[in-house]
């Protein structure tokens, strides 16, 4: 795991203990803590005052995501067809969320719930220290013979989620459970910008950024490949793009 200062480029720390491909990053709200998943089997929590291991925990499916709840004691790991619940200091899961259908979306929220997408558009809400399902959607685009598997979810600042798959990206009204068409072609969706825009990034190659107001989005790049994946840093100053390139190329903007 590699850290940089983004105003200077320079690589401030070679973070090394997993011993296979490192599958999901992710830091905790306060920025205290670092959790990293590898195929390996391991998580591993990093302390940032030192980038020292505070701890490790083995889980064989957490390949995919892994995410810190709000308090930043709990995390959620994800793969397949599960969604596991650890507290800092056991080397087990309290709780495991399992799905009848494969995943291919997860977000934590900032209430401490989690939202799942699966491969057939359906949506499915948990509480993931009580290990149990609240409420499940599927997606407008889903049934009559069709399943639009959910490519990514982002929680908006007013509770409401983005909701990508292959035809684009819906706005999710929770309260109303209705859903509100944003644009077409997007794969990925950044979590906000500090000024409650988002990042768009689709297979028409371009990247867009989303006005505050749900109508608006406005092209920013034009890129030589498809951009799977998008993301901001917390201060919105630095992007970064990812896709299908001719090298499998991934870019950071400032």
Known sequence: ILIWDTKTDALLHRLEGHRDVVTSINFSADGKWLASASRDGSID???TSTWQIAEVCHDPYADYYIAFLPDANDFVTWSYDRI???????DAPI???HSNERLSAVCALHDG???????KGTLT??????????AEFHHPRTGRGRQNAVFGIAEEPDGNVL???VSGIWRWDRTSNKFQWIAKGVYGVSTPLQNGKYLLGGNNRQVWVREADPSGVAVIFRLGFEVHAVAASPTGDV??????????SYYVWQ
Do not use: L
Not at 84 to 90: K, L
Not at 125 to 134: A, L
Not at 239 to 246: D, I, M, P
């Open 125 to 134: 809400v948990w509480d993931p220290i009580g290990g149990v399902k609240t």
């Open 239 to 248: 992007w970064a793009y990812a896709g299908r390139g001719r090298w499998n």
């Open 113 to 119: 719930e989690v939202i799942t997408g699966s491969e």
């Open 45 to 47: 929590i990093w302390d």
């Open 84 to 90: 596991n619940t650890w507290q800092r200091g056991t």
């Open 95 to 97: 709780k495991t969320c």
């Open 163 to 165: 909701v990508s798959d």
